[in-house]
């Protein structure tokens, strides 16, 4: 029997192409071209590899942004946990305030940052994943809620106490386990948002792959194109593979 | 065997404005299975909690054996807890979850799988070890918390109403089956629940609570037969409330003069407490003392539900045999068959 199309489907998965697909492969073919030869070619990919600052830059955003998400998840998953399992008053407090990153102006941000931060902060480029953390705030905070109030988190939480595990075992063994979509969600999110900063980055003169892509960009346009391609399929690939590599184990469960 | 005997002394627990407990007392000898049993808000699950040490306590003392364990954070606690439900972690393996504990023992990975597969089998599930706890059904479920529980040896085993969230086939069995795994690992038991039959049916002593206070602890006989205080005899088993007047100690039910048990200063216009299984229904050939309401068939017995011309209601519980004839609006007597009965204030 033929199925019926799905309308609501199709609108959005058009939607999409239009707006996301539609754009970055009319970027990915102008990135091929070869104005000089005419046709096709890697020969702006070519360029931005043999180029010694792309690694360089592309290895800084990397680590800044795993960083980032390493104190993300140290930070929220515990605070969060403690927000449900206490049933704290401060939480619809702590939810909006963790909505205040979203309404702040990133530049006010970065001249507080500037402004109150000690010197031996600001000179060191550490400095950035903890501003990254604050910024990818609303998102990793709604994600580890979600994940956490779809669990019974007190039964699981009393059972693997009582059964010898000590919080910091309850946290690792048992809850991000069990919420394994909302940290992998957390994750994601985290990495994309840091390793795509530019605003903050440049108020506070740090350079990282974003800015260096800028000014590639002031040099060879067709090259800047290429990396940004290379760039949004290394996150991409990196992601994927941290969720195959990290199979639900339940996934059976949808029936 | 490695059980010990567990001591409450003076345990005292608020919650703002509510007291929890109150200078509660329990002491559960090695091996032995003691019910908390209560109205909900009685305190019983506070003192399960504190117990395990999922609770703190705001007085008092909690002793395994010699050992004052109450500042002792739950995870050394080495008891063994079973929940109502949904526990088990959904990411594990039944085999996993019911190691667990031997894994947060640093246990070597064969021995606890070996342990794992031991308990399985003593909980009736042994081919149920590959299979994630959502393919189980609620019964099987907490047979694998109850091996969870028990896999690390405990010195104590804490059942937290674990059998109100299944069928009542369900839960009659696997009470049985708690009953012979406690008595063949003779593993001490505190379990709480608010269902008496639960309660009686399975445990050595049954402690019956009432706003944060044990009210009495004694063997599910003693408790029905000789109940301690008014809260006991309405809270187990049914309890007929009959109104009467109390002179000279004693108290005139259906025409007959029975001697007055007081608990307390009771007098002049009480309630008199008397069983089921105490009253005896005839047919009346002229009007009697009270008409049926109903009569429903149990089986083995029938339980006739009358009503007194003064307006109470009394339930009588008699052999089935020959009960048929009481049909709703038949004229009966009721007649007393014990001598003493306990008296509270009306």
Not at chain 2, 8 to 35: I, K, P, Q, Y
Request: aromatic share 8%.
């Amino acid at each position: 029997m033929k199925k019926r199309l799905d309308l609501p489907l199709l609108t959005t998965l058009g939607a999409l192409s239009f707006f996301v697909f539609v754009p970055m492969l009319s970027a990915f073919e102008y990135s091929i071209r070869t104005p000089l030869e005419g046709g096709y070619g890697l020969t702006h990919y070519k360029w931005a590899v043999d180029n010694e600052d792309f690694f360089h830059y592309i290895l800084r955003s990397g680590w800044l942004s795993a960083l980032t998400v390493l104190i993300t998840l140290i930070i929220l998953v515990p605070t969060v946990t403690w927000l449900h399992l206490s049933d704290s008053k401060l939480r619809p407090l702590i939810d909006a305030l963790s909505l205040l990153p979203l309404v702040i102006p990133v530049v006010a941000f970065a001249v507080g940052a500037q402004i109150s931060f000690p010197e031996f902060v600001q000179n060191t480029v550490l400095e950035l994943p903890f501003l990254y953390f604050v910024l990818a705030l609303p998102y990793a905070y709604r994600a580890l809620d979600i994940g956490l109030n779809s669990i019974p988190l007190k039964t699981i939480t009393e059972a693997a106490r009582s059964t010898g595990a000590s919080w910091v075992r309850t946290i690792i063994s048992v809850i991000i386990p069990v919420i394994r979509g909302a940290v992998m969600a957390t994750v994601a999110l985290t990495f994309a948002l840091s390793i795509g900063e530019y605003t903050l980055t440049v108020l506070l003169h740090w350079d990282t792959f974003p800015t260096w892509v800028t000014y590639v960009a002031q040099e060879n346009i067709l090259g800047a194109i290429a990396i940004s391609m290379m760039s949004l399929v290394i996150p991409f690939v990196l992601l994927t593979s941290i969720t195959l590599l990290t199979p639900d184990r339940s996934a059976q469960r949808r029936k | 065997m490695t059980s010990k005997d567990l001591t409450l002394t003076n345990v005292s627990r608020r919650f703002g404005t509510v007291t929890a407990l109150d200078n509660f007392n329990l002491h559960v000898g090695v091996g032995e299975l003691v019910a908390l049993l209560g109205p909900s808000g009685c305190g019983k699950t506070t003192a399960l909690r504190i117990i395990a040490g999922l609770e703190s306590l705001d007085s008092g003392k909690v002793a395994v054996g010699e050992k004052d364990i109450s500042k002792v954070p739950a995870h050394k606690r080495n008891m063994g807890m079973v929940f109502q439900a949904y526990s088990l972690f959904p990411n594990l393996t039944v085999e996993e979850n019911v190691a667990f504990g031997l894994q947060m023992r640093k246990v070597a990975k064969h021995s606890r799988l070996k342990r794992s597969q031991e308990l399985l089998e003593l909980v009736g599930l042994p081919s149920h070890a590959k299979r994630f706890t959502h393919q189980l059904s609620g019964g099987q479920q907490q047979r694998v918390a109850l091996a969870r529980a028990l896999a690390f040896s405990p010195e104590i085993l804490l059942l937290d109403e674990p059998l109100s969230a299944l069928d009542a086939q369900v839960r009659v069995n696997l009470r049985e089956e708690i009953r012979r795994l406690q008595i063949s690992l003779g593993t001490t038991t505190v379990f709480v629940t608010h269902d008496q039959e639960e309660a009686m049916s399975i445990s050595d002593r049954v402690g019956v609570m009432s706003n944060g206070v044990l009210e009495q602890i004694d063997t599910p006989d003693v408790l029905y037969n000789e109940p301690a205080t008014a809260f006991v005899a309405n809270f187990v088993g049914v309890m007929n409330r009959i109104p009467a007047n109390l002179a000279d100690g004693k108290v005139n039910i259906f025409g007959k003069n029975l001697v007055a048990s007081k608990k307390g200063s009771e007098t002049g216009k009480i309630v008199a407490l008397l069983r089921p299984e105490t009253i005896l229904v005839k047919k009346s050939e002229n009007q009697g003392n009270a008409k049926v309401l109903t009569r429903s068939f149990l089986g083995a017995s029938s339980a006739i539900i009358c009503q007194t011309h003064e307006g109470t209601i009394v339930q009588s519980l008699m052999a089935s045999l020959n009960t048929g004839e009481f049909q709703p609006g038949t004229s009966v007597d009721l007649e007393v068959t014990v001598n003493e009965v306990m008296v509270a204030n009306g």
